[in-house]
């Protein structure tokens, strides 16, 4: 029934998440990481891109709560809540990925691949 609403929905999604990790990490890290499998710990890159994933997902997870209440609004239509709260929770994972990257500049750490 909302099949192009849908399709806008999953072109944001993969615009916000796989595709930033698949340019960073090349398309089998992004994988390694969107699955699960990824084992490498530690590094500030895959952390970051983790956490932008994550932040991502979590606020578009987040945004569909308004959906069902009878607000009546024209912001509350399919898939709009969801679209604001993926945007929302990729600029906030990169509040986060800043907060925890600015010490490490400060000591004079690299932060590499």
Known sequence: MHHEETTMLTVTLTTLTFVPASLH?????ALEIITGTRS??????VDAVKTNI??????TWL????IPLDW???WQAWPIPCVIGALLGYMIAHFITLAKTLPM??????VHR
């Open 40 to 45: 490498q710990k530690g590094n500030v890159l």
């Open 72 to 74: 009546d609004r024209p």
């Open 54 to 59: 994550q932040a991502t997902l979590l606020g």
């Open 25 to 29: 990490l090349g398309v089998d890290g």
């Open 105 to 110: 500049l400060r000591l004079g750490k690299k």
């Open 63 to 66: 945004g569909a709560i308004v």
